[in-house]
């Protein structure tokens, strides 16, 4: 499935194809991971998401990697941004450029992943199947409005249309994740939606 370029005549759809390999994800993620780690960012914890305090240099590059989203606040010397919390053990665990309440050791780790689970008990394979698609160099946002896990885009979402909504399910007896798909009407219409708005449903099996 090639990808579906946005723009408002071919014109456009050929500019941003053209200016997409300008700026891969790879490169970008890298410059963010710098820019994160010098700076010893701090992540807070807040209910089901992480938030965090950044620079407006760092702004642009969270969104230009699709982490996460700004925050509007009443504090003008504070630009603050909100991460799912898959992001945030993304951006923490594998790519070691933030630090959530000073998880910067195994055990902290552990007690932010006890933290994230009981917020989410589904966050364990969630988060397996969100790192893999990033480190597949996927764009991964919430698929939340199409009835699935996550939406997958090849570049930026302000170029291209995404190609997959993934749903993640467990070979073990998980009934958060499985019940979803528990009768082949919840498939149905799930690839219905999906096929309506020209994506491809993906499955992760973990």
Known sequence: MAPRWKGKDANAKKDAEAEAPKEPMSKIISQLQSS??????????????????????????????CFGRPVR?????KL????????????????????????DTGQKWCRAVHYMKSQKQTFPCLYKAYSYLRMKN???RSGAQYGVDFIVYRHHPARVH???GVL???YGDDNDLNGRLRVWS???????????????????WL
Not at 86 to 100: D, H, P, R, V, W
Not at 186 to 204: E, N, P, Q, Y
Request: glycine letters at 6%; charged letters at 15%; a negative charge.
């Open 36 to 65: 994160l780690g010098q700076s010893d960012t701090l992540g807070y914890f807040s209910n089901n998401s992480v938030h965090l305090v950044v620079g407006a240099d760092q702004i642009n590059l969270l969104d230009k990697t």
């Open 186 to 204: 919840d498939v149905h219409c799930t690839t219905r939606l999906l096929g309506s708005i020209a994506k491809l449903t993906g499955f992760i």
């Open 138 to 140: 996927w764009v991964v």
């Open 80 to 103: 603050w941004f909100q991460l799912s919390l898959e992001e945030a053990f993304y951006l923490s665990y594998s790519l070691k450029c933030l630090n959530i309440d000073g998880s």
């Open 168 to 170: 993640v399910l467990s």
């Open 73 to 77: 606040t009443i504090e003008k010397d």
């Open 162 to 164: 995404s190609e997959y």
